[in-house]
T-cell receptor, first 114, second 115 residues
């Protein structure tokens, strides 16, 4: 079952902040985030393993709350280059049965305007 | 370091024809995955190779799809015969490990259009 991303779309002005959420109904082992620009490959941003850790990548950070089975991606002081579609991918469980098989959300389209 | 390469980037074929997509993963990445995105929907899992072995092919839609990974290097995904609903973008991804901790490196995808 795929994770649910919200919102579906966001429009920002340069310098504004945004939060994208990813929720699952299943217990998660990891959550990973990607950004895809039109016609290009999705680009890996970061991965979070269960344990409630938080990670950062320049002005983009993410948290993972395994109890709530959700992750949030935080974009701070957005830049024009942040525009694209953001996907979360989730790995279920704790064993090799589902290892490597990820389920992706529908994506959140972020548009940053000057 | 070369990324994940997919070929062709676009393919337009008629219903009933055969198409073969190719993916060259990052050298040394034992794990190779095929995903498909249809009509702006989610990126959906097709299958997962560990080296030359199929670890999980539960996402393959039906027996018209055949994936191989010769010698644990490049992989091919053949659709025979193609149907209209097979249209979409087929992504290949690779990673060094399979149990968490690793993100995927995606290729740019092959946009398949069946007419």
């Amino acid at each position: 079952q795929q994770p649910v991303q919200s919102p579906q779309a966001v429009i920002l002005r340069e310098g504004e902040d945004a939060v994208i959420n990813c929720s699952s109904s299943k217990a998660l082992y990891s959550v990973h985030w990607y950004r895809q620009k039109h016609g290009e490959a999705p680009v890996f941003l970061m991965i979070l393993l269960k344990g409630g850790e938080q990670k950062g990548h320049e002005k983009i950070s993410a948290s993972f709350n395994e109890k709530k089975q959700q992750s949030s991606l935080y974009l701070t002081a957005s830049q024009l280059s942040y525009s694209g579609t953001y996907f979360c991918g989730t790995e279920k469980g704790q064993d090799y049965t589902n290892a490597g098989k990820s389920t992706f959300g529908d994506g959140t389209t972020l548009t940053v305007k000057p | 370091e070369a990324g994940v390469t997919q070929f062709p980037s676009h393919s337009v074929i008629e219903k009933g024809q055969t198409v073969t997509l190719r993916c060259d993963p990052i050298s040394g990445h034992d794990n190779l995955y095929w995903y498909r995105r249809v009509m702006g929907k989610e990126i959906k899992f097709l299958l997962h190779f560990v080296k030359e072995s199929k670890q999980d092919e539960s996402g393959m839609p039906n027996n018209r799809f055949l994936a191989e990974r010769t010698g644990g290097t490049y992989s091919t995904l053949k659709v025979q015969p193609a149907e209209l609903e097979d249209s979409g973008v087929y992504f290949c991804a690779s990673s060094p490990g399979s149990l968490g901790g690793y993100g995927y490196t995606f290729g740019s995808g092959t946009r398949l259009t069946v007419v």
